[in-house]
């Protein structure tokens, strides 16, 4: 499993949402100042958060995007599972994957199983607030 430069922008995104003032509509051009990110590619990640309902954005004047939820609320799965599609280590394991006639003779299939359910675990344990305190802290910066 490689996520993709989307899923990692767009944890960015959610992290720069989640450190601004609570309710208030950040524009698209300073997310993407701060974070060193082309603008033109952060529309693409943006629009699929707004069609998740992850983020919600304001046009005009005094417009931008904003958290829906407290930062807490939202999880690093979450997020990639929308940007990236899928976290399965194997192909086998998406959940638009056609069933492997193999499957029930597959000697290695409860490992690509154990990882999935260890990755999923993981990231669905880490929220947006925890790596904003993460960042904040000092522990990290890139994400």
């Given amino acids: 499993m490689l996520i993709s430069t989307k899923g990692r922008y767009a944890l960015r995104v959610m992290t720069d949402l989640a450190g601004q003032i609570p309710g208030e509509y950040i524009p698209l051009k300073e997310i993407a100042q701060r974070q060193e990110i082309s603008e033109k590619y952060l529309e693409a990640i943006i629009k699929l958060l707004v069609r998740g309902g992850l983020v919600a954005g304001l046009r005009g004047k005094g417009g931008g995007y904003r958290l829906t939820r407290s930062p807490g609320e939202y999880t690093a799965g979450e997020v990639l599972r929308l940007t990236e599609g899928s976290l399965a280590p194997v192909a086998c394991l998406d959940s638009d994957a056609v069933p492997c006639a ?19 675990q993981y990231l669905d344990s880490v929220t947006i607030a925890d790596l904003l305190r993460q960042t904040s802290a000092g522990n990290g910066g890139a994400i």
């Fill in 102 to 120: 193999r499957a029930a003779a597959c000697l290695t299939l409860p490992v690509w199983q154990g990882l999935d359910r260890v990755i999923g």
